[in-house]
């Protein structure tokens, strides 16, 4: 069966610091992969989404990064954190993306806290 | 650019009632999906449940069921028979057909009481 797993659960970083949130898949190959923000009252936003190794399409402009450095591995970066950066942060994958009828599978999420 | 709208942020229903979850969604497409996310206090998203723009027919998993109303761009879900384990935040969520993204609604949280 496959499963994801996102790791740290929760984080505390300084303003300024820089940001490294990981997530891998297990049990299939070339997934779709994503990273979602979810802040209060806001939904989830679409931060960043890849089809394949190295394909990265980014969907809101701004100073995180993101990089598939593997098949099934998704790292979500920042040079320098933000206060307007903390939040939920969810990766969650799918065999082929939602307009295939292929639903999103999600991690257990990131708290990030930027202080 | 498409949206999805849920104008309820919040709901209460008695355990082992009916409630209904409001959606409503804006594109011009045809071609689409449309579903239902789940997200207790643990914080894992769940699919409760998903349709396709394509069939008339309303899904139904179990306890969960929606009433797809096309021509208005509408997609409810109901809950009956709601549990303890039912509280959660409820998403709502579309995507275009081919897409590679899911657009979410900005959620609502269901409580209910015993």
């Known amino acids: 069966s496959q499963t994801i797993h996102q790791w740290p659960a929760t984080l505390v970083q300084p303003v300024g610091s820089p940001l490294s949130l990981e997530c891998t898949v297990e049990g299939t190959s070339n997934p779709n992969l994503y990273w979602y923000r979810q802040a209060a009252g806001r939904g989830l936003q679409l931060l960043f989404y890849?089809?394949?190794?190295?394909?990265i399409s980014s969907e809101v402009p701004q100073n995180l990064s993101a990089s598939r450095p593997q098949d099934r591995q998704f790292i979500l970066s920042s040079k320098k954190l933000l206060l307007s950066d903390s939040g939920f942060y969810l990766c969650a994958w799918s065999v082929a993306g939602p307009g295939s009828n292929s639903p999103l599978h999600f991690g257990n999420g990131t708290r990030l806290t930027v202080t | 650019a498409q949206t999805v709208t849920q104008s309820q942020p919040e709901m209460s229903v008695q355990e082992a009632e009916t409630v209904t979850l409001s959606c409503t969604y804006d594109?011009?497409?045809?071609?689409?999906?449309l579903f239902w996310y789940k997200q207790p206090p643990s914080r894992q998203m769940i699919l409760v449940i998903r349709?396709?723009?394509?069939?008339?027919q309303n899904a139904t998993e179990n306890r969960f069921s929606v009433n797809f109303q096309k021509a208005a761009k509408s997609f409810s879900l109901k809950i009956s028979d709601s549990q303890l384990g039912d509280t959660a935040m409820y998403f709502c969520?579309?995507?275009?057909?081919?897409?590679?993204?899911?657009?979410f609604g900005k959620g609502m949280k269901l409580t209910v009481n015993p």
């Open positions: 969520a579309f995507t275009q057909g081919g897409s590679e993204k899911l657009v």
């Open positions: 594109t011009s497409e045809n071609n689409y999906y």
């Open positions: 890849s089809v394949g190794i190295g394909q």
């Open positions: 349709q396709e723009a394509y069939k008339q």
